[in-house]
């Protein structure tokens, strides 16, 4: 008896009820968008007509800030072009917002410049090298990020004397890693994904770029220079004992203790935290008193925003652990794309969710809350180490820094975006590379000029800052 024809089967499905293309379609469809947006079309850089006052919109940044720090914030933003860089997302976002895009969003780090990557400690102990910053953090187009990395990369090279090849060249590291990562990427499964890290051991990392045991040893410095960096050494750095237990050091205006009201202000906030975290870690947080809470002044872009510093001590013998809770704001580039979800609105809650899906492994203490009507977020202050120092980066060693960096932006982005469609469009030969060095070499020096127009608002009076600070 003949067998009847199979029923058809249905599509396939995401357990989100989205249909599943193949690797290869994506593939087919990521080359096909060249064809609307050519790679030179990423090497053009040009201010748009009605581009706005970058001064003005660094000032209009400052609303909402605590105004007595407005003026440090004013102050390291003038210190250089790489400092103006970093704390004129604003700006920049409104000039990405104006660039060509393929249209594809990924959960973007949002600012993502050389100093937003770092060493961190995961749960397991194990020290990490990853993304570390996620104040603006948002769904946006993937370009926005790695433009962000590459403009960063050459301000950063013009500040250490590195001349135009040198500044092309690491660049061109940056785009080469992360267009290769992307395209072995695009064959790794999912889960595989999720559970890759790079390890503060970076030399064994198989970049294109050869070290001599100097550059060798100048990275290895950094590495083993934030592995000692622990909650222990910091307790006596920023703190003092006070009879039986510890306070922070009063050292205004970068570290300000509170009073007993608005000590206990912060710490009833943190109750909704609490919630936000695995009870396993609330058990955990359960071992430890608050005994001291201050407020801390952190980076640049953050200065002005609303941020403490929470010093536990559990029941073991120098046992601290030390908490932070920073405001989350609306992020620079939100004005430009489509808005989360309305549970994301929580501007603590989208930097966690952020973070989570961005990082190789989040700090399992990051949360959010909400104190006075205003949105935080919560996490752990030393389990992040620290990173390369920018003045450090010469030669190979800045080549193999940048090509690290390209590697870790590629992975972070195909977690959450199509990264066979990405590897499809960005394809094999160097053309992208050497659109985005055409594109960094340009705006990096529209943010010389920026800077030089922030520098001069300064001395005209427009722009209030303080005296710059001791090295």
């Given amino acids: 008896m003949p067998t009847q024809p199979a029923a058809s089967a249905s599509p396939p499905s995401r357990l989100s009820g989205t249909s599943i293309g193949s690797a290869?379609?994506?593939?087919?469809?990521?080359?096909?968008?060249?064809?609307?947006?050519?790679?030179?079309?990423?090497?053009?850089?040009?201010?748009e007509n009605g581009r706005p006052d970058a001064v003005a919109r660094v000032l209009?940044?400052?609303?909402?800030?605590?105004?007595?720090l407005i003026p440090l914030r004013m102050s390291r933003m003038a210190a250089s072009p790489f400092a103006f860089l970093r704390g004129a997302a604003s700006v920049m976002a409104w000039d990405l917002a104006h660039t060509p895009s393929i249209g594809h969003h990924v959960m973007i780090d949002g600012d993502a410049h050389l100093n937003n990557f770092g060493l961190f400690r995961t749960p397991r102990q194990d020290v990490v090298f990853d993304l570390n910053d996620f104040?603006?953090?948002?769904?946006?187009?993937?370009?926005?990020?790695?433009?962000?990395?590459?403009?960063?990369?050459?301000?950063?090279?013009r500040e250490n004397g590195v001349d135009a090849t040198g500044r092309e060249r690491a660049v061109r590291s940056a785009c080469t890693a992360y267009r290769t990562t992307m395209s072995t990427l695009a064959q790794v499964p999912a889960y595989e994904l999720w559970q890759m890290r790079s390890y503060a051991s970076v030399l064994h990392i198989e970049a294109p770029v050869t070290?001599?045991?100097?550059?060798?040893?100048?990275?290895?410095?950094?590495?083993?220079?934030?592995?000692?960096?622990?909650?222990?050494?910091?307790?006596?750095?920023?703190?003092?004992?006070?009879?039986?237990?510890?306070?922070f050091r009063d050292e205004p205006p970068i570290l300000t203790r509170l009073d007993a009201a608005q000590k206990n202000h912060v710490i009833e906030g943190l109750r909704g935290y609490l919630q936000t975290i695995a009870g396993e870690w609330r058990?955990?947080?359960?071992?430890?008193?608050?005994?001291?809470?201050?407020?801390?002044?952190?980076?640049?872009?953050?200065?002005?925003?609303?941020?403490?510093?929470?010093?536990?001590?559990?029941?073991?013998?120098?046992?601290?652990?030390?908490?932070?809770?920073?405001?989350?704001?609306?992020?620079?580039?939100?004005?430009?794309?489509?808005?989360?979800?309305?549970?994301?609105?929580?501007?603590?809650?989208?930097?966690?969710?952020?973070?989570?899906?961005?990082?190789?492994?989040?700090?399992?203490?990051?949360?959010?809350?909400?104190?006075?009507?205003?949105?935080?977020?919560?996490?752990?202050?030393?389990?992040?180490?620290?990173?390369?120092?920018?003045?450090?980066?010469?030669?190979?060693t800045f080549d193999f820094y940048a090509w690290c960096l390209g590697l870790l932006l590629a992975r972070a982005h195909a977690r959450t975006g199509d990264a066979a469609l990405l590897a499809g469009y960005c394809g094999n030969s160097d053309r992208l590379d050497a659109a985005y060095a055409r594109w960094a070499e340009s705006y990096g020096g529209q943010t010389v000029a920026d800077h030089a127009a922030f520098v001069q608002a300064i001395a005209q009076g427009r722009v209030i800052a303080a005296p710059p600070e001791k090295a």
């Fill in 24 to 47: 290869g379609e994506s593939r087919v469809l990521g080359r096909s968008l060249r064809d609307s947006v050519p790679f030179d079309a990423h090497g053009a850089w040009q201010p």
């Fill in 60 to 68: 209009a940044n400052n609303a909402g800030r605590q105004e007595r």
């Fill in 135 to 157: 104040d603006e953090t948002l769904v946006a187009p993937w370009e926005w990020d790695l433009k962000r990395l590459t403009a960063s990369i050459n301000v950063a090279a």
């Fill in 211 to 247: 070290l001599d045991s100097a550059e060798k040893a100048t990275i290895a410095k950094a590495v083993e220079r934030s592995t000692k960096r622990s909650h222990a050494t910091m307790l006596a750095r920023v703190a003092e004992p006070d009879g039986k237990s510890w306070r």
């Fill in 283 to 396: 058990t955990m947080l359960e071992r430890y008193d608050v005994v001291d809470v201050a407020h801390r002044v952190v980076g640049v872009g953050s200065v002005g925003t609303r941020a403490y510093l929470l010093l536990l001590l559990g029941r073991a013998h120098a046992d601290p652990l030390f908490m932070q809770v920073k405001e989350g704001i609306v992020p620079a580039a939100a004005p430009f794309v489509p808005p989360l979800a309305e549970s994301f609105s929580h501007q603590g809650r989208r930097v966690v969710h952020g973070q989570r899906l961005l990082q190789s492994s989040s700090d399992p203490l990051l949360g959010w809350t909400t104190i006075s009507g205003r949105d935080f977020y919560v996490r752990q202050m030393k389990n992040i180490r620290g990173s390369i120092p920018v003045d450090w980066l010469h030669g190979a």
